[in-house]
C-alpha cells in the first residue's frame, strides 16, 4: 500500500470515529429534538430553509466524491498497466517478444541467491551464422524476418520464460535438467539450420551453439555465461553450425584469452604500445615521402608482439579507440618534427570505421597536436568498405574535407569489387604485399601487379608497392610506373629517433629509365 492509500484509509477511520461519537453525544442530549423544538419556537430565523439547503449540499458533495473515487480507481488502473508495459518493454526485445540481457541478468542473480539445493542448469549460447550477411546484402527487413522466425522456431524446443536475446544475432536458453542440455541443443540446432523462407524465396542461416553447466563450468551466473560464450566461439572456429559443450581445453584458451586482454589493458594503460615507423620511398626520386606508423608492443624482455596478435585482441575487447586515439597522438607529435614535405601514414581498422565518432575524434588529435591534416594520410582496407559502407563512406568524406588523405590498403585481398571502389575517391592505392612477394615467379601474379598499377595510372591515383624485399622488385616494379615503394629493402619499422635520423640518409633508389 502506498502512502496516499494509507492516508486515504487513515482518514476514513478518523472520520468514522468522529461520525460515530458525534452520534452517540447528539443521542445523549437529545439534540436532534432540541434542534427541532428551537426552529419551531424560532420560525421566523428560516432556519429549516438553510439546513435543507445543507441537507442538498451534502448529499451532492457525496455523489461528487463517489464520482472521483471512481475516476481515481480509472487512473490507478490505467497507471498500472503502463507501469507494467514499461517493465515489459525493459525486460523484453520489442522484436522478438523475448526476454533481454537484463532480464537473464535477474534470472541468473536470482539463481545465485538461491538454496544450493536448485544450483543446477545449463545454458545455451546460440549464435547465428550468415546473419551479418544477410543484414548487409539483402536489407534490415531481411534480418528481422530472421530474428523472428528463429525466435519462434526456439520457442517450439524451449519454454518463453527460458528463453532470451542477448541483442544482434544471440540467443541465451536456459535449460533446467542439464542432462537435456545437449539434445536441445541438437535439435535446436537442426530446426535454426532450415532456411528462412523470405517473401519469394528463402534466406540461409544457421547457428553454432556453445553449452555450458553450472555450477561446475561457473560458479556464477556471469562465469556460466562466459563459459557457454567461450564454448559457443569454439564452435564458431570448429567450422560453424557446430554444439560445442564447455570442456577443459575451452577453459585453458579462455584463461589465456583474459590474460593477454589484462595485459593488453595494462600496456594500453601505461603506454608500453608506441609507433614504430616504416619508411616509404617515391620511386621518382629516391627520397623519403613518409613513414607508416605501425603498432609495437614491447614485452618486459625486451621481445616485440605483433599488430596482426593484438589489433584483432585489442578490437574484441573494446580497447580500440583508446588505443588508436594514443597511437595517433603519439605518431603527429613524432611527425611534426618531420620535413614539412613528408607524411605520416595511419593504419586504422575495418571495425573503426563503423564509428561515425571516428573522424571528428581525429580531427581533435590534430588540433590538439598542431599536425597539418594535409600531412596525414589514414590507410584503411576494402574489409572496412564492406562491413558498413553508409558510416564509412560519411567518416571517409569528413575526413577528405578536412584535407587527410584517404590510402586503400591491401589492395586486392578483400572482397569489394570495383564498382564499389569507384563510389569512393582514394588518394593512393598499396598493392598488397602478398602480389609482390611472387610477382616475379607467377606470370599470373606479374598480370595483377601491372593491372593494379595501370589502374592507378588510369585514375591519377598514386600506387604504394609493399613489401618489396629486393633489387629486381623494385626496378621491376619501378619500371611498371609503380609511384611509391616500401619494403624491407628500404628499411623495416623503426622507433621515432632513428626515423628522424634517416631522413639524413640517401636511399640508393634506380631511378625509373
Ligand atoms: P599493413 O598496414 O599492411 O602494414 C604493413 C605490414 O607489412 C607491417 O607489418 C610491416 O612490418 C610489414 N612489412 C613491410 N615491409 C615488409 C617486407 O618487405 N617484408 C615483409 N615480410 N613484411 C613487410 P606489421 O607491422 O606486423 O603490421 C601488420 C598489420 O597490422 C598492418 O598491415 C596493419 O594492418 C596492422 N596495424 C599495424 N599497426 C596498426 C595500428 O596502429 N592500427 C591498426 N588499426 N592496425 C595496425
Ligand atoms: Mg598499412
Ligand atoms: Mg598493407
Redesign the pocket.
Known amino acids: 500500500m502506498n502512502i496516499y492509500a494509507r492516508k486515504a484509509v487513515w482518514q476514513a477511520w478518523l472520520l468514522g470515529a468522529v461520525g460515530v461519537a458525534a452520534f452517540a453525544v447528539f443521542v445523549h442530549f437529545d439534540a436532534y429534538e432540541l434542534l427541532l423544538t428551537f426552529l419551531q419556537e424560532h420560525e421566523d430565523y428560516e432556519l429549516d430553509e438553510v439546513l435543507l439547503a445543507l441537507d442538498i449540499f451534502g448529499l451532492l458533495s457525496l455523489i461528487y466524491g463517489i464520482l472521483r473515487l471512481w475516476d481515481f480507481r480509472q487512473e490507478k488502473t490505467r497507471r498500472q498497466k503502463a507501469e507494467s508495459q514499461v517493465d515489459w518493454m525493459a525486460l523484453h526485445d520489442h522484436l522478438t517478444g523475448l526476454q533481454n540481457r537484463h532480464s537473464l541478468e535477474r534470472r541468473l542473480r536470482q539463481w545465485e541467491e538461491a538454496p544450493n539445493s536448485t544450483r543446477k542448469f545449463s545454458v545455451l549460447m546460440i549464435d547465428l551464422d550468415g546473419f551479418k550477411r544477410i543484414n548487409d546484402l539483402v536489407g534490415h527487413h531481411a534480418g528481422d524476418v530472421v530474428l523472428t522466425t528463429i525466435a519462434a522456431r526456439l520457442r517450439e524446443h524451449v519454454a518463453d520464460d527460458n528463453l532470451f536475446r542477448m541483442g544482434g544475432d544471440e540467443f541465451v536458453a536456459v535449460i533446467d535438467t542439464p542432462s537435456l542440455a545437449l539434445p536441445v541443443a541438437t535439435a535446436l540446432l537442426q530446426s535454426l539450420n532450415r532456411p528462412v523462407p523470405f517473401h519469394d524465396t528463402t534466406l540461409d542461416v544457421g547457428a553454432s551453439i556453445g553449452v555450458a553447466t553450472a555450477p561446475t563450468d561457473g560458479a556464477t551466473g556471469a562465469e556460466c555465461l562466459r563459459a557457454a560464450d567461450a564454448a559457443m566461439y569454439a564452435a564458431k572456429s570448429a567450422g560453424r553450425g557446430k554444439v560445442q559443450v564447455f570442456d577443459a581445453a575451452i577453459r585453458e584458451r579462455a584463461q589465456r584469452r583474459d590474460l593477454a586482454e589484462r595485459n593488453l589493458r595494462h600496456a594500453v594503460a601505461y603506454g608500453g604500445i608506441r609507433?614504430?615507423y616504416?619508411p616509404i620511398i617515391d620511386l621518382h626520386s629516391g627520397k623519403i615521402s613518409g613513414f607508416?606508423?605501425?603498432?609495437?608492443w614491447q614485452m618486459e624482455d625486451g621481445s616485440f608482439i605483433?599488430?596482426?596478435d593484438f589489433?584483432p585482441l585489442?578490437?574484441e575487447s573494446g580497447l580500440?579507440t583508446k588505443?588508436?586515439d594514443l597511437?595517433?597522438r603519439q605518431?603527429c607529435r613524432d611527425a611534426a618534427g618531420w620535413p614539412a614535405d613528408t607524411r605520416l601514414?595511419?593504419?586504422?581498422?575495418p571495425i573503426?570505421l563503423k564509428d561515425r565518432m571516428l573522424g571528428l575524434r581525429i580531427l581533435a588529435i590534430l588540433m590538439e597536436t598542431g599536425f597539418d591534416p594535409r600531412r596525414l594520410e589514414i590507410?584503411i582496407?576494402e574489409t572496412a568498405l564492406i562491413q558498413d559502407l553508409e558510416t564509412a563512406a560519411s567518416v571517409l568524406s569528413e575526413l577528405r574535407t578536412a584535407g587527410i588523405s584517404v590510402a586503400l590498403?591491401?589492395f586486392g585481398t578483400g572482397y569489394s569489387n570495383l564498382a564499389q571502389l569507384s563510389n569512393f575517391s582514394f588518394d593512393k592505392i598499396?598493392i598488397?604485399?602478398s602480389f609482390?612477394?611472387s610477382f616475379q615467379d607467377q606470370q599470373k601474379q606479374e598480370k595483377i601487379v601491372r593491372a593494379i598499377v595501370g589502374l592507378g595510372i588510369g585514375l591519377e591515383v598514386p600506387t604504394t608497392a609493399?613489401?618489396?624485399?629486393t633489387e629486381d622488385q623494385l626496378s621491376s616494379l619501378s619500371s611498371m610506373g609503380c609511384t611509391y615503394g616500401?619494403?624491407?629493402?628500404f628499411g623495416?619499422?623503426i622507433p621515432a629517433d632513428e626515423a628522424l635520423r634517416m631522413f639524413d640518409a640517401t636511399i640508393a633508389v634506380p631511378l625509373r629509365a
Not at 292 to 296: K, M, S, T, V
Not at 345 to 349: A, D, H, R, T, V
Open positions: 609507433p614504430f616504416q607508416e606508423a605501425l603498432a609495437r605483433s599488430p596482426v589489433i585489442a578490437e580500440m588505443l588508436t597511437l595517433l605518431a601514414s595511419f593504419n586504422i581498422s573503426q590507410e582496407t590498403d591491401d598499396k598488397d604485399r609482390v612477394t609493399e613489401g618489396i624485399e616500401q619494403g624491407f629493402l623495416k619499422a
